[in-house]
C-alpha cells in the first residue's frame, strides 16, 4: 500500500522538534525539505513495491535477465525472442519434473526437434536406459593428443543438444545411453 507525498510530509512535520527554528509552514527552508524528503520517500516504497510484485517468475518483466543468469539459461539451444517465451523458459526450469518416465524423455527431445525412443527392457540394471535417436547415426569424437586442449571431454558421443536434454531431464541416479537409429 502506497503513501502519498502528503502522507509523508504530515508524518515527518509530526517528528519536528516544535520551535521557530524548524518552521512548518511549507514555504519555508524547512518545510521544503521536509516535502523534498516526502516525495523521495513515496517514490521509494512505491518501487518497493513494484520489487515484490517482479519477485514472481511467472510476471516478471523487469527480472527476466536476473532470474534467467541465476538459473544459467538457456540450457540447450537458444533464448525465446519474447519476454513472455523466456518468462516460460525460466518457469519450466524451475518446475521442471526431474524423472525418467519414457514420455518425458520422448516430449523433452520432440520440443528441440530430435525424436528419440526409450528401450528400458534392454537396460542391464534399474539405473540405465537406453535412448535411441531416431534416424540419426552417431558420431564418436575421441580426445587426441595435440589437437584437444585440457577441460575437453575424453570422448563424446551422439548429438550434443540430445544429450543436453537428457542431461536436464534425468535425475542425477540415472545413466543413459545412446544409440543411432537407423
Known amino acids: 500500500m502506497s503513501h502519498s507525498p502528503s502522507d509523508y510530509a ?17 514555504e519555508s527552508t524547512t518545510g521544503r525539505l521536509v516535502l ?7 517514490r521509494v516504497e512505491a ?19 536476473s532470474f534467467e543468469s541465476m538459473l544459467d539459461l538457456p540450457d540447450c539451444g537458444e533464448l525465446p525472442d519474447t519476454t513472455a517465451g523466456r518468462r516460460g523458459l525460466i518457469l519450466s526450469k524451475l518446475y521442471r519434473p526431474r524423472n525418467l518416465h519414457p514420455d518425458t524423455v520422448v516430449a523433452a527431445c520432440a520440443a528441440v526437434g530430435a525424436p528419440v525412443t526409450i528401450d528400458e527392457s534392454s537396460s542391464p540394471n534399474d539405473f540405465e536406459v537406453d535412448v ?5 547415426s552417431l558420431t564418436v569424437a575421441y580426445f587426441r ?21 537428457l542431461d536436464h531431464v534425468t535425475p542425477a541416479h540415472i545413466n543413459y545411453r545412446l544409440f543411432g537409429g537407423s
Do not use: H, K, N
Open 36 to 42: 523534498a524528503i516526502a516525495d523521495e520517500l513515496a
Open 10 to 26: 504530515t508524518a515527518l512535520r509530526a517528528l519536528m522538534p516544535p520551535g521557530e527554528g524548524f518552521a512548518s509552514d511549507e
Open 47 to 65: 518501487l518497493a513495491d513494484l520489487v515484490e510484485a517482479e519477485l514472481d517468475p511467472a510476471a516478471t518483466s523487469l527480472f527476466v535477465e
Open 145 to 165: 593428443t595435440g589437437a584437444s586442449t585440457a577441460g575437453d571431454s575424453l570422448g563424446s558421443f551422439g548429438d550434443s543438444l540430445v544429450e543436453c536434454v
Open 132 to 136: 535411441t535417436i531416431d534416424g540419426a
